[in-house]
Each structure stands twice: as structure tokens, then as C-alpha cells.
T-cell receptor, first 114, second 117 residues
Framework: DTEVTQTPKHLVMGMTNKKSLKCEQHMGHRAMYWYKQKAKKPPELMFVYSYEKLSINESVPSRFSPECPNSSLLNLHLHALQPEDSALYLC?????????????FGPGTRLTVL | AQKITQTQPGMFVQEKEAVTLDCTYDTSDQSYGLFWYKQPSSGEMIFLIY??????QNATEGRYSLNFQKARKSANLVISASQLGDSAMYFC??????????????FGQGTILTVHP
């Protein structure tokens, strides 16, 4: 299984809602990532988990809260988002946070904040 | 700090022809990795090819090859025998192995490739 899955595919939420994005991989990878991508722009790194511990937080606002319950799962909890947070949110995984290993991406969640 | 530059916002190619997508990079790291990803309109980032900074031979994966010129800090992607399904956004990216860049994948701005029948 060489797949990263993400749910939901699409999400529309109000600024007062609380929602979560989910990401799962079964490739035995020990590093997982969240990226944010605006239309026609490159992905921007948000968070990196290595061996289930948060290793990189790219100064992301606290309304985004990551969680890594185990080595296969990665969540992104959303609360009190702003319309400018509307974007494609991509999850990725790699063999480890170190070494030059390709990152495998999921299909993304398209988030719209009203 | 790492930087990736893709100077071609858009490229057009005729079906079955070859096309080269440009990528230059800047880093102070001695060890790094260079990647190319394809992103169709559906949004998924598809890994295409990887080149390590110490690899002496250019990487190849099927119709994709990477023209790696270390002294010039360039890592151009060559797609041979273009197909209509190759139409997509292409990103060049670098993975750092030193300092504050460690473990971070830095992307260029991307090139939109359109393949004409």
C-alpha cells in the first residue's frame, strides 16, 4: 500500500465551527507533514511530525492544532478559522524526518471558510 | 536559507515532443535532495523523480529525466514523448539536510505545462 489518504475531500465551515482534517498512511513511514496550498501557488509547510513528535511548527496560528495519535494517523484540528484560511490542505509522509526521502502526498482536503 | 527558482510560469509542447522544465536552486548545504512533483488539476502531488546532491549520474524514471548540473545549481526536468495526460503544474523542490532547513521541503513557484494534440 503506497497511498496516503485524506478525509474529507471537501469541507465548508463557518468561522465559529470546529472541524478536523484526517490523514492516514500504512507505509510504515515515521514522518508526517501538513501543508497549506493556495491556488496556483506552491505548498507551504505547516507542521512536521517525526516519530509521533512535533518537530517543526512553521509559526502557524494557534487556530490550527495538529495531532499525531499514532504513527499512521495525523489530524489537523481547526477552530475559529478566517476566510483567508481557505485553501487546499495536503498531508504527506516519508520514511523519516531525516535523510533525503521522497514525500508521498495525499489528495488533499479543499477547505472553504465562510 | 534554501531557494528554488522556476522561471517558466507556463510552457507549451506538442504531443510526442520532448520538453524541458527549468529549475535552479540556492543552498549553503553540502548535502541535499532535489525532487520534481506533478500536480494535476485534481490537486494531488505526484512524486516524479529524485536527485541526490552526491549522485554523479542524472536520475531517470521512465519518460522523466533530471538534468543535474551541480556547478550551475540547476536541476531541469526533461519529459520525453509528451502525452496529453502530462498537462499539469510541475514543482521543483529541495529537501535540506542542514541547519534550519533540515527536513524541510522547499518548493519553487511551479510551471504549468500544457500539451497540445
Amino acid at each position: 500500500d503506497t497511498e496516503v489518504t485524506q478525509t474529507p475531500k471537501h469541507l465548508v465551515m463557518g468561522m465559529t465551527n470546529k472541524k478536523s482534517l484526517k490523514c492516514e498512511q500504512h507505509m510504515g513511514h515515521r514522518a508526517m507533514y501538513w501543508y497549506k496550498q493556495k491556488a496556483k501557488k506552491p505548498p507551504e509547510l505547516m507542521f512536521v511530525y517525526s516519530y509521533e513528535k512535533l518537530s517543526i511548527n512553521e509559526s502557524v496560528p494557534s487556530r490550527f492544532s495538529p495531532e499525531c495519535p499514532n504513527s499512521s494517523l495525523l489530524n489537523l484540528h481547526l477552530h475559529a478559522l478566517q476566510p483567508e484560511d481557505s485553501a487546499l490542505y495536503l498531508c504527506a509522509s516519508s520514511h523519516s524526518g531525516s535523510g533525503v526521502n521522497e514525500q508521498f502526498f495525499g489528495p488533499g482536503t479543499r477547505l472553504t471558510v465562510l | 536559507a534554501q531557494k528554488i527558482t522556476q522561471t517558466q510560469p507556463g510552457m507549451f509542447v506538442q504531443e510526442k515532443e520532448a520538453v524541458t522544465l527549468d529549475c535552479t536552486y540556492d543552498t549553503s548545504d553540502q548535502s541535499y535532495g532535489l525532487f520534481w512533483y506533478k500536480q494535476p488539476s485534481s490537486g494531488e502531488m505526484i512524486f516524479l523523480i529524485y536527485q541526490g546532491s552526491y549522485d554523479e549520474q542524472n536520475a531517470t524514471e521512465g519518460r522523466y529525466s533530471l538534468n543535474f548540473q551541480k556547478a550551475r545549481k540547476s536541476a531541469n526536468l526533461v519529459i520525453s514523448a509528451s502525452q496529453l495526460g502530462d498537462s499539469a503544474m510541475y514543482f521543483c523542490a529541495m529537501l535540506g539536510r542542514g541547519g534550519t532547513s533540515y527536513g524541510k521541503l522547499t518548493f519553487g513557484q511551479g510551471t504549468i505545462l500544457t500539451v497540445h494534440p
